[in-house]
């Protein structure tokens, strides 16, 4: 021990001579001589300017210098010699001071030195004036001694000059001035000049003296000399000190060899210590060899001895352990935590001794009992290992078998999700719980165990019963049992009993499954699943309910007798309640197919009916939008299936109402064709092609996908729940049928289903009409498609046909063949084609028979007296063109208009009804719905007003820019371009025209903020759908400038409400005709109004809208009451008006209310005084 | 136990091998030069024009060649300016002698000073730039226009931000600097440029270098004149001038006859505030004077003639016969120099 604290203290001492040598040396080496070799180069180059800068001074002043050059030569230099030595000079303050000094004095000098460079060039060129002005004005005779006067000037020059000379001088120059007026005109300018030049010199040449005496009393030199002993002194110092350093730098250098000396000779003693020690060693291990496994090491464990015991278990040759490190044998099975106790141990050179597992050369482990004996130096430090060694292989591996089985079975058990425990049963005490069943009681395993379960059942007498039960030695099985957490909540569990013995003790063992989240998601599934069916079923009962009462009604008033007009209006009652009902209709399917409610019905039913009929029913809207709707089913198809036809006839209504809303031109074919033929069961194809907008692949795919569209923006251009394509595609496949889409975009598509149906017992087929097989018929129409469901059905009944394509080629036909019976002419051929054709064909074959195949009612209509003998309205359904056929040969041509089941619609006559009066104003009406369009026309009619009609926003700026309008109703919500749009668009291009037409909104969006949003954009009014005759009269009178006639002239047959000021209909009924009570009443409501009205205005007039509203409120319940709709009306707008705050907006609608009150004054006077009296 | 002994041993003979070096250099003595100033440099001028007031531009300068091809680029630059519209080259055109032609220069949005564009040729040979000599290097001027309200309206970091935008004005300051784009390497780089702008070779010069027909005998009779008027004493040196102030109108009141329009007529008063400096300017450099009008600080002078007429009456006192100015005038378009081989 002594011996090592004596080396580290000398370890110490060497590492702080070293660094002390450091030290030493880096400060030795702190003086760089080039360095020192540039700083005084330049220091001796800056006195050497300083020196020149001063000869140049002074040969400036004796004009000696060429030019001034020299002095910018001189200076540049400076500069960069003071910027050099800035960089090179030491940092002390003593020597930045000394340069400062430097600096200040030579710029001082510099600035000096520009002053006399000019002085002394005024000074030269006067001196050189003044000898030329004096050789010039000696010749005059003026008494001025010029040349004397030029001479003292030039001796004034020279430095002897006293100062009273000078003033003699300038005393002399002041007499000449004096004397200028003698001079002869022609030498004044030189005389002058002379004295100017007098001057010049007189003032310069002191002035230049100053100058020098400063020049040189700036003590440049002195202060370089100052600044270059200042480095030297510091040179000096700084190689004092580093010849210092040197110096202990050698001396300790010293000091160092004689310490390593030292510890040489140290060294060389331990080593021959330590080999003594070896052989002792030596020498004890042998005795050992002979009865242990013994090993030893050195003090890194590399192995130096083995004996023979030791190789026979490790399986190593001798040769091979040599030299090997222990770690060869390293099991793995121990940590290294392990041998790092075990090292440690070893290497404080205390004994270790424990069990090791190790490894063979082949692989095998083997346990040996250890003891680890450590052999110390002579310092103490154990130098090698004696490693004594018994094999207890065999016990270690028993017992190392035994504890892996139960850890293993432990572990199991312990992360099981499934709950278990084991009950003792002498006491009742849980011994054993694992971590799921704390976790399923909210507890832990400490709380749990040395407890009693039963406070966890929810009924004792459930768990008394199973106890019995275990009793008898009975097993339970997945028994459903009410737990209670520690915390009090309930749990669901499959529990299972089990009667064994644990640990020698009678014991059950208990598995519980936690099913509590499983129950309560059955519980809530279950009354989720009934809550949305009762949902349904009312949803369905509640809307079709009052929805079936308009149908109905609707009906049942189309059934009575009505005008043109009436009849319309109800007719857009049953429409558009058809069509509010088939979108809720498709809500409610689709809600029912999700919830697997819809059922399938199996009927028998007739095809041919359910495809024509869906196809008739909408040729209506086909032709409106003058697309050709056809069908075409083959007629070998069994006439009677069985199936859903209400459902079949839902998909096919859906496939053509979407073929008729996205095709603008063209054609719509529906074809059904049989597709397959199995026993008692037909597949049938139907398909629905059109020549639309086409769908791109990308999207048929997701077409079929509920509240999909083909595009995004297809539900605002074209209406419509996006829910029809999924319903069929739930219905097809409800039916056991498949559908599907071809498209090409921009082409067209074909939609198409295909679904299975059942033969019914009795399979009938179309008849085939025995009288026309003989005939032959010649179609003159221009369409292929329709040529082609022509010549089916023809001949598929046996009709000989030919086709042609015009009137051309059917000439060329009837020429060829004139057998010909029929001929089926298309009115697209138009009128006056059609006219000539048959001319033509009548004079070639004066028994043909002419069948007029019309695309319009109006063609249908007028077939008669284009000389056909039949006339068939599209689509040609086979019964029709059966009929067609039968009535031509019977040559009947009464009443065409019966064979149609069609009752066209007749569109409102506007033009007609327009008074001239009203002509010469013109409005635009914007909007899109058609009904609506119908409505506002129907209104404005009845108002002497006609109005053009742009169907969006778009098109109304197109009218707009082309046409002058006086007024514009505006829709807002609109395809394309929307109504907020199209004014902001108007407004700009009005902008700087100084007009502006008035927009008055028409919106069906009664919500608040709205009409803001209108004003906002642009508009000036605002009526809101339905449109009220009133508010539309009063809003005519308003914005144009003629009176728009109040009613008076409105036709009786219409029985608008609003139409006529009082509605005494309504009173009469209230009251019983009793004419004397009315009377009294609207005389009460008259003076009551009358003053509502005065205050209202007042009210108006000091802009109190709450007031207003109050006002307007009372005036809608009176007016109402009384039937008095105008009124009510306007006060309702009035009060809506109120609302927004728009005062103007109110005092008109204030004057329409007096206007209002006033007829229904006259109104009572005329229609009930006449009466009463 | 053999590593540490062989750690220590290697160490200590480091350390003596340290120590010994250490000892070594300590006693090595170096030995110290002292300056000598060079001789100066005449050139190849004939002995009998040594003396001679004027002497020749030199033929060539020594610069850094990369540095000046940027200085070039950036002199031509006018993101220099604040508003983007003025290069240096605006006011002092190559192409026409380094001066705009005006008699004020005029800075962005077009505001005038009332100073004349002084030539930017040999501005090297001066020992102080601008009318009033406030900055004492090319590099101190340089500094000064970019900011001066008057000129570009800049400064430095705007200019130096729109030049790092541009990868090719980086990468010219990284080949040109070790420190790359900075005010001072830009103002160096256009400082090192301006050098460049020597016109030597002028027929005079030629005359100087002993080539006696370089200059007709009425221009040396100008010559003679220029120099017996006085002229010399202030117009002297390589530059003809440049490197001295002197008041206008030494003479005779110039200001008298010619008002002050501006503080800019008060001259190097306005640098050193010293009353004796009111009206004092930096003489001009007379080299390629004939391609400089209008002349004087304030561009009054139109013609050459006009401005030795001037010059004579107000400095020299003198009124000079039209025979006389015509002579000098000839005179002193044999300073014309050549700027990269051609007469300017």
Request: net charge negative.
């Amino acid at each position: 021990m002594k011996k090592i604290s004596e080396r580290k203290l000398l370890l110490g001492f060497c590492v702080v001579v070293l660094g002390a040598l450091i030290y030493f040396y880096s400060n030795s080496v702190t003086i760089d001589p080039n360095r020192h070799e540039a700083t005084v180069s330049y220091l001796n180059e800056l006195a050497g300017l300083d020196r020149d800068l001063n000869e140049a001074v002074l040969k400036t002043h004796s004009n000696f210098l060429r030019n001034y050059d020299e002095f910018t030569r001189l200076s540049d230099r400076l500069k960069v010699v003071i910027k050099q030595l800035d960089a090179l000079l030491p940092e002390t303050e003593k020597i930045r001071k000394a340069q400062a000094l430097v600096r200040e004095n030579l710029d001082n000098k510099l600035a000096q030195i520009e002053n006399l460079k000019s002085e002394n060039a005024e000074l030269r060129n006067s001196l050189h004036y003044i000898t030329l002005g004096v050789t010039k004005l000696g010749k005059t005779p003026v008494d001025i001694d010029f040349d004397h006067l030029a001479f003292e000037l030039l001796a004034i020059n020279s430095d002897v000059a006293s100062a009273e000379f000078k003033r003699s001088v300038k005393s002399q120059l002041e007499q000449a001035v004096k004397l200028r007026s003698r001079v002869p005109a022609q030498l004044r300018v030189d005389f002058d000049s002379m004295l100017a030049h007098s001057e010049v010199v007189l003032q310069d040449n002191l002035i230049m003296q100053d100058y020098l005496e400063k020049i040189f009393s700036i003590p440049t030199d002195t202060r370089i000399s100052e600044l270059s002993s200042l480095y030297r002194e510091n040179f000096d110092g700084s190689l004092r000190r580093v010849q210092l350093h040197r110096y202990v730098l050698t001396f300790l250098s010293a000091v160092l060899l004689l310490g390593l000396l030292v510890m040489l000779w140290q060294l060389k003693i331990a080593n021959m210590t330590q080999k003594i020690t070896a052989f002792n060693l030596e020498a004890q291990k042998f005795a050992l060899d002979q009865h242990a496994i013994v090993s030893i090491a050195d003090f890194a464990g590399n192995i130096t001895y083995a004996n023979d015991r030791f190789c026979m278990i490790s399986g190593y040759a001798r040769e091979q352990l040599l030299g090997a490190n222990h770690r060869t044998l390293k099991s793995g099975r121990h940590p290294d935590s392990f041998y790092q106790e075990m090292w440690h141990t070893i290497a404080r050179g205390e004994v270790w001794e424990g069990d090791i597992c190790n490894r063979a050369k082949d692989g095998h482990e083997y346990w040996v009992h250890s003891t680890i004996i450590p052999f110390p130096d002579e310092h103490g430090s154990p130098w090698q290992y004696i490693s004594i060694r018994t094999d207890i292989s065999q016990a270690k591996k028993m017992e190392m078998e035994l504890r892996e089985n139960q850890l293993q079975l432990e572990q199991m058990l312990e992360t099981s999700p499934i709950a278990v425990r084991i009950m003792r049963l002498i006491d009742n005490r849980i011994v054993y719980a694992n971590q799921s069943y704390a976790a399923l009681f909210d507890a832990t395993k400490s709380t749990l165990l040395g407890g009693s379960p039963l406070s966890l059942y929810k009924n004792p007498e459930e768990y008394m019963e199973i106890s019995k039960a275990l009793a008898s030695g009975e097993s339970i099985i997945n028994r459903l049992m009410e737990l209670v957490s520690t915390d009090g909540r309930t749990i669901w569990t499959l529990a299972s009993y089990f009667s064994f013995i644990y640990r020698g003790e009678q014991a059950v063992l208990g598995w519980f499954y936690d099913v509590t989240e499983l129950r309560k998601a059955k519980d809530e599934a279950e009354t989720a699943t009934r809550l949305k069916s009762e949902f349904l079923s009312t949803m369905s009962h509640e809307i079709r309910t009052p929805m079936s009462g308009v149908l109905g009604m609707a009906d049942i008033l189309l059934e009575t007798t009505l005008d043109d007009r009436q009849r319309e209006f109800a007719q857009i009652i049953k429409d558009s309640g058809k069509s509010l009902l088939s979108i809720i209709n498709d809500i409610l399917d689709f809600s029912k197919i999700e919830a697997g409610k819809l059922e399938i019905e199996n009927i028998e039913f007739t095809l041919l009916p359910v495809v024509e009929g869906c196809v008739e029913i909408l040729s209506v809207k086909a032709r409106e939008k003058g697309l050709t709707l056809m069908t075409s089913v083959n007629p070998s198809i069994p006439h009677n299936l069985v199936g859903d036809p209400n459902r079949l006839r839902q998909i096919l209504l859906n496939l053509v109402g979407n073929a008729i809303k996205f095709t603008t031109s063209g054609e719509i074919l529906v074809r059904v064709d049989s597709s397959g033929e199995e026993e008692g069961k037909s597949l049938l194809r139907f398909e629905v092609t059109d020549s639309g907008i086409g769908i791109s692949k990308e999207v048929s795919v997701t077409l079929f996908q509920p509240f999909t569209q083909a595009d995004g923006s297809v539900t605002r251009k074209y209406g419509g729940t996006g829910l029809g394509l999924s319903i069929s595609r739930r219905l097809t496949e409800l039916m056991g049928g498949r559908i599907g889409a071809d498209s090409l975009e921009g082409e067209g598509s074909t939609f198409w289903f295909e679904i299975p149906f059942k033969h019914p017992q009795q399979l009938s087929m179309l008849a085939r009409p025995e009288a026309l097989a003989t005939l032959a018929a010649l179609l003159i129409i221009p369409s292929r498609n329709q040529r082609e469901v022509f010549f089916n059905y023809l001949e598929a009944w046996g009709m000989h046909t030919i086709g042609a394509e015009n009137a051309e080629e059917a000439i060329g036909a009837l020429k060829n063949n004139n057998t010909l019976n029929f001929a089926f002419i298309s009115s697209m051929l138009g009128s006056d084609a059609i006219d000539d054709l048959m001319k033509s064909l009548k004079s070639m074959k004066k028994d043909i028979k002419c069948i007029l195949v019309a695309d319009s009612m109006a063609e249908f209509e007028a077939a008669q007296h284009h000389g056909f003998q039949s006339a068939l309205l599209e689509p040609v359904k086979q019964s029709s063109l059966l009929d067609a056929i039968m009535q031509a040969m019977e040559r009947r041509l009464q009443d065409i208009a019966k064979i149609s089941n069609q009752q066209p619609v007749p569109l409102p006559k506007q033009k007609k009804s327009v008074d001239s009066a009203n002509e010469n104003h013109r409005i635009l009406l914007v909007e899109d719905n058609s009904t609506n369009q119908k409505v506002a026309l129907t209104l404005l009619a009845n108002l002497k007003y006609s109005a053009e009609i742009a169907r969006n926003g778009q098109e109304c700026i197109e009218l707009f820019t082309k046409n002058t309008y006086d007024l514009i109703f505006m829709d807002c919500q609109m395809p394309v371009m929307d109504g907020f749009e199209a004014t902001r668009c108007i407004r700009r291009l009005e902008n700087g025209s100084g007009m502006r037409i008035p927009i008055i909104a028409m919106t069906a969006n009664a919500m608040e903020g709205d009409h803001e949003r209108c004003i906002a954009a642009g508009m000036d009014g605002y009526m809101t759908k339905p449109i009220a005759l009133a508010v539309l009269a009063a809003i005519l009178r308003e914005w144009l400038i003629d009176h728009v006639p109040l009613q008076q002239d409105v036709s009786p047959t219409l029985s608008v409400a609003g139409n006529s000021p009082v509605n005494l209909a309504r009173l009469r009924d209230l009251f019983d005709d009793d004419e004397e009570i009315i009377l009294q009443l609207l005389e009460d409501y008259k003076i009551s109004t009358r003053g509502e009205l005065k205050n209202l205005k007042l009210a108006i007039d000091q802009g109190d809208f709450v007031r207003i509203r109050s006002i307007c409120h009372q005036l809608v319940g009176s007016s109402a009451n009384l039937g008095l709709n105008r009124l009510q009306a306007l006060s309702k707008a009035m009060e809506k008006v109120a609302s927004y705050e728009d005062i103007e907006q109110a005092a008109i609608l204030l004057d329409s209310l007096n206007a209002a009150m006033a007829e229904a004054s006259d109104f009572i006077n005329n229609n009930l005084k006449a009466h009463g009296s | 136990m053999t590593l540490k002994k062989n750690i220590i041993i290697a160490a200590a003979t480091l350390l003596i091998a340290t120590g010994l070096g250490a000892l070594y250099y300590g006693m090595e003595k170096p030995e110290y030069v002292y300056y000598q100033p060079d001789p100066i440099n005449s050139e190849d001028v004939p002995e009998k024009f040594r003396n001679e007031p004027i002497q020749p531009v030199p033929m060539g300068v020594k610069v850094n060649l990369t540095v000046a091809a940027l200085g070039k680029k950036l002199f031509h630059d006018p993101r220099l300016s604040a508003d983007d519209s003025i290069s240096c080259a605006n006011c002092h055109n190559l192409g026409t002698a380094g001066v705009d032609g005006r008699r004020y220069s005029i800075g962005i949005n077009g505001i005038q000073e009332y100073l004349n564009t002084p030539t930017i040729f040999n501005s090297g040979l001066n020992p102080y730039q601008f009318w009033d000599g406030r900055a004492a290097s090319l590099e101190q001027m340089i500094n000064e226009p970019p900011s001066n309200i008057h000129k570009m309206e800049s400064n430095w970091n705007d200019v130096i931000q729109k030049l790092k935008r541009d990868s090719t004005s980086r990468h010219d300051f990284a080949a040109a600097f070790e420190d790359g784009l900075t005010s001072n390497n830009i103002a160096h780089a256009i400082a090192e440029f301006e050098r460049t702008l020597a016109t030597p070779n002028a027929r005079f010069d030629q005359f100087l270098r002993g080539k006696d027909d370089a200059i007709t005998p009425q221009e040396k009779q100008g010559y003679h004149l220029f120099k017996s008027y006085g002229c010399a004493t202030c117009h002297q040196g390589v530059a003809v001038g440049g490197n001295m102030f002197e008041r206008m109108g030494s003479v005779r009141r110039y200001f008298d006859d010619y008002p002050p329009r501006g503080s800019e007529d008060l001259g190097r008063y306005n640098v050193t505030h010293d009353e004796k400096h009111r009206y004092y300017f930096r003489v001009p450099s007379l080299r390629n004077v004939e391609k400089t009008a209008p002349y004087f600080h304030n561009g009054s002078a139109k013609t050459l003639e006009e401005a030795v007429k001037v010059m004579g009456f107000y400095n020299l006192g003198v009124r000079m016969p039209e025979s006389d100015v015509a002579l000098i005038v000839q005179f002193l378009k044999t300073l014309t120099g050549e700027y990269e081989g051609r007469q300017l």
